[in-house]
């Protein structure tokens, strides 16, 4: 079975840029969830999205948003990228029934230069 | 502030010491869930509780989740190098069904 990809591993741009960061949950997740993590802290909480909906959004600007796709994949999108927003972003693959174990991706290492 | 803290914040101790590490809230959690993540890559999931007073092994990891499912425990006996990482609890928060982690514990085992 494989496991919670995301794409690119590695992003690299200007301030006042737009990123795009992709998820595909494991087969059967209808949940995924986005993080930051900037360098040595912990997770804060992005986005969740459940069966195609945003259920509900972490304390960061609007600049912040994303969608989950008719195949739960998921995007996020960060407009006007600032310089503080250089962090490892994680997706969590959760199948929505029973406990909530949360299945990570590697992380999409954003750098905003 | 957090909803789950976790404590000690970093740990450093020496290859065969045993340690215990600690995630407390004052809310119930209907489970919590302990992760291992080393850098550069996401979290592994080690184990869920959900029973409080429940107790789980994992070979020298012992998982313990509190009678009053408000708080969890993970001790590791004679620690090993492998074991270095940052060690996170999370858990459903019950008003908005959200899964938040507490901030962590960093953990380093020296040979």
């Known amino acids: 079975e494989a496991g919670v990809t995301q794409s690119p591993t590695h992003l690299i741009k200007t301030r006042g840029q737009q990123a795009t960061l992709r998820c595909s949950p494991i087969?059967?997740?209808?949940?995924v969830y986005w993080y930051q993590q900037a360098l040595g802290l912990g997770l804060q909480f992005l986005l969740w999205y459940d069966e195609g909906e945003e259920r509900n959004r972490g304390n960061f600007p609007p600049r912040f948003s994303g969608r989950q796709f008719p195949n739960y994949s998921s995007e996020l999108n960060v407009n006007a990228l600032e310089l503080e927003d250089s962090a490892l972003y994680l997706c969590?693959?959760?199948?929505?029934?029973?406990?909530?174990?949360?299945?990570f991706g590697q992380g999409t290492r954003l750098t905003v230069v | 502030t957090q909803l789950l803290e976790q404590s000690p914040q970093f740990l450093s101790i020496q290859e065969g010491e045993n340690l215990t590490v600690y995630c407390n809230s004052s809310s119930v959690f209907s489970s919590l869930q302990w992760y291992r993540q080393e850098p550069g890559e996401g979290p592994v999931l080690l184990v869920t509780v959900v029973t409080g007073g429940e107790v789980k092994k994992l070979k020298r990891l012992t998982f313990q989740f509190g009678d009053a499912r408000k708080d969890s425990s993970l001790h590791i006996t004679a620690a090993q190098p492998g074991d270095t990482g940052l060690y996170l609890c999370?858990?459903?928060?019950?008003?908005?069904?959200?899964?938040?982690f507490g901030s962590g514990t960093r953990l380093s085992i020296r040979p």
């Open positions: 969590a693959s959760i199948q929505g029934r029973g406990p909530a174990e949360a299945f």
């Open positions: 999370a858990g459903p928060y019950s008003s908005a069904s959200k899964i938040i």
């Open positions: 087969s059967g997740h209808t949940s």
